[in-house]
């Protein structure tokens, strides 16, 4: 009986990683836009160039540390 509670309780958090994982590949993507439209700001000339590769930057390392974080929670699935 444990054990079937056990087998139970591991595919219920199995479930949960995997749309955890998909809302973070959904957060992933998000931020891949949020590039994409600062880029088009400053073609735009909405930002300066500075100011543009910096919150680039930003985006990049945020990017980078979801792209991690799911990596890391696949590798335990």
Same mark, same amino acid.
């Given at each position: 009986?444990? =054990?079937?509670?056990?087998? @139970?309780?591991l *595919?219920?958090?199995?479930?949960k990683? *995997?749309?955890?994982?998909? =809302?973070?590949?959904?957060s992933l &993507? $998000?931020?891949?836009?949020?590039?994409?439209?600062? %880029? %088009?700001? =400053?073609?735009? &000339?909405? %930002? *300066?160039?500075?100011?543009?590769v910096?919150?680039?930057?930003?985006?990049?390392?945020?990017? $980078?540390? @979801? $792209?991690?974080?799911?990596?890391?929670? &696949?590798? *335990?699935?």
């Amino acid at each position: 009986m444990l =054990f079937l509670l056990l087998q @139970i309780l591991l *595919k219920v958090q199995v479930k949960k990683n *995997k749309h955890f994982i998909q =809302f973070l590949e959904n957060s992933l &993507g $998000s931020a891949f836009e949020w590039e994409t439209q600062l %880029i %088009i700001c =400053f073609r735009q &000339g909405f %930002i *300066k160039e500075k100011t543009c590769v910096e919150l680039q930057n930003d985006v990049q390392k945020i990017q $980078s540390k @979801i $792209s991690n974080f799911i990596d890391a929670l &696949g590798d *335990k699935n």
